[in-house]
C-alpha cells in the first residue's frame, strides 16, 4: 500500500493530487485520440467501405453512449465501493481487448457487438472514473483541476491528423488493432497512481495542511460563494439542482455528441472537404477547446460558474448554425473558434458545479445517475442529425434543430441555484 511517507518520497513534496491530474491528462489524451474524437473518420471510412447510413452509424454511436448511460450509475457505485484504481483497471483491459476485435468486423452485427463492448470498456475506464478522482482531491481549485486534466481531451483532438494519416496509409483495421495496444502499454500503467481519497493518506483536498483539532468536516467555500455540503444520490435526486444541471448538460451533449459523429461527414460531402482536411478543422477545433479550458478553468475557480456555463450555450449554438450554413472557410473556421472554445469552458464545469452542490462522499454515485439523464442528449443529437441528413441530402436542417434547442438549453442553467439540504 502507498503510505503516506512513500508518497511524500514519491512526489517530492508536491501535492499527489497533482500527479493524478497529470495522468488523467495522458489517459484522457489516449482515450480522445482513439476513441472519441477518431469516431467520425471511421464512420467516413465504413460508410464508404461497407454502404452503411448515416442514420446506422450514428445509431452505432447512439447505442453506446446509452449504454454507457446506464452503466454509469453502476461505475458511480463501484467507485465510491472500490476505489478508481481496480474499477478503472477493469474498463480499460475490456477497451483494449474491443479495438482488437474491432479490426476484424465485417458485417453490422459485429459492429454494433463490438461498439457495445467498446462502451462497457470505456464506462468503467474513461472519463467518469477519472472526474471522481480528481473531485476528491480537490476543492477551492476543482475548476482548474478538471480543466486541466480535460486539455488531454484537446491535446487528443490534435493528434487526430495522424490517426486519418494512419488510416490512409495502413488503413483502419491496423490503426484500430494498434489503438489497442496502445490504450494497454500506455493507460493500464498510469492506474498506479490513481488514489480514490486524500484523507485515506492524511491529506485535505488541495494540499491544505491539517492543523491541531481541526474539524475535517468543516465546509469550504468557493468562488459561487457555496459551501460544500454532502449528499447522499437519494438525497441529490430530490433537488432542483441536480435536474436543472443535468437538463443544462444534456442540452449541451446534443451539439457536442453531433459533431463528434457527423462533422467529418458533413465537411467531406457536404463541402468538398478531404478526410485530412476534415481531420485538421477537428484540430484546430480542439486547439481552440485548450484555450476554452485554461480560461473555464481560471473563471470558474473565481467566478460564476453557472454564469459561465450559459454563455457556453449560446457559444455551442452559433457555431453549430455557422458549419450549417457554411458557404466558404470563414464560416467552418468560426464554428471550429466557438464550439472548441465552448466546450472547452463548460465541460468541466459541469462536474465542478456537481461537486459544489452535492459534495465529494458520493460524488460518483451522484455523477452516475446524473449521466441518465445527461445520456439523452448525447443519444438524440447525432440520431437526430443523421435522420435529417438521410431525409433531406444535407445536415442544415438537423444541426439547425439541434442549435436551437440547444440555446434553449441555457435557461437551465440561468436557473440554477444552489440546494438547501
Not at 155 to 177: C, D, E, H, K, Q
Not at 389 to 415: E, H, K
Request: aromatic share 12%; hydrophobic share 50%.
Amino acid at each position: 500500500m502507498l503510505t503516506l511517507t512513500r508518497l511524500r518520497k514519491f512526489t517530492h513534496d508536491t501535492y499527489f493530487g497533482w500527479w493524478i491530474v497529470g495522468g488523467s491528462v495522458l489517459m484522457q489524451i489516449v482515450h480522445s485520440a482513439l476513441l472519441m474524437q477518431s469516431y467520425g473518420l471511421y464512420v467516413a471510412i465504413l460508410q464508404e467501405e461497407f454502404l452503411w447510413s448515416k442514420t446506422i452509424l450514428a445509431s452505432a454511436f447512439a447505442l453506446r453512449q446509452a449504454e454507457r448511460g446506464l452503466l454509469a450509475p453502476v461505475v458511480g457505485w463501484s467507485l465510491d465501493k472500490f476505489g478508481s484504481q481496480r474499477v478503472m483497471r477493469f474498463g480499460l483491459i475490456i477497451l483494449g481487448f474491443s479495438f482488437l476485435l474491432f479490426s476484424q468486423v465485417n458485417s453490422l452485427l459485429t459492429f454494433f457487438a463490438v461498439t457495445l463492448l467498446m462502451g462497457f470498456g470505456a464506462s468503467f475506464g474513461g472519463h467518469l472514473a477519472l472526474t471522481t478522482t480528481i473531485v476528491q482531491w480537490f476543492e477551492k481549485r476543482r475548476a482548474t483541476a478538471l480543466a486541466t486534466s480535460q486539455i488531454g481531451m484537446s491535446v487528443g483532438g490534435l493528434l487526430i491528423p495522424l490517426v486519418a494519416l494512419s488510416m490512409a496509409n495502413y488503413g483502419w483495421r491496423p490503426t484500430a488493432f494498434v489503438s489497442g495496444i496502445i490504450i494497454m502499454l500506455v493507460c493500464l500503467p498510469l492506474t498506479r497512481i490513481m488514489r480514490s481519497r486524500p484523507e485515506d493518506y492524511g491529506l485535505l483536498p488541495d494540499g491544505q495542511k491539517i492543523q491541531a483539532n481541526q474539524d475535517l468536516s468543516k465546509d469550504s467555500s468557493n468562488a459561487d460563494g457555496l459551501k460544500s455540503q454532502d449528499y447522499s444520490a437519494r438525497q441529490a435526486l430530490r433537488t432542483q439542482a441536480f435536474w436543472f444541471l443535468s437538463l443544462g448538460h444534456a442540452s449541451a451533449l446534443l451539439i457536442v455528441s453531433s459533431v463528434t459523429v457527423h462533422l467529418v461527414l458533413h465537411l467531406n460531402e457536404g463541402l468538398g472537404y478531404s478526410l485530412q482536411s476534415a481531420a485538421s478543422v477537428f484540430a484546430l477545433m480542439t486547439a481552440f477547446m485548450i484555450v476554452g479550458q485554461l480560461l473555464g478553468g481560471y473563471l470558474g475557480d473565481r467566478f460564476s460558474k453557472k454564469g459561465i456555463a450559459a454563455v457556453a450555450m449560446f457559444g455551442h449554438a452559433t457555431a453549430l448554425l455557422a458549419l450549417a450554413y457554411a458557404t466558404s472557410s470563414i464560416g467552418v473556421i468560426y464554428f471550429a473558434v466557438a464550439h472548441g472554445l465552448s466546450w472547452g469552458m463548460r465541460g468541466p464545469l459541469m462536474s465542478a458545479l456537481r461537486a459544489d452542490f452535492f459534495g465529494r462522499k458520493s460524488f460518483g454515485s451522484i455523477l452516475g445517475i446524473s449521466a441518465l439523464v445527461v445520456t439523452v442528449g448525447s443519444v438524440t443529437g447525432p440520431v437526430l442529425a443523421g435522420i435529417m441528413a438521410d431525409t433531406f441530402g444535407n445536415y442544415r436542417t438537423g444541426f439547425t434543430i439541434l442549435a436551437g434547442l440547444a440555446a434553449c438549453g441555457s435557461i437551465f442553467f440561468i436557473m440554477l441555484k444552489k440546494p438547501q439540504k
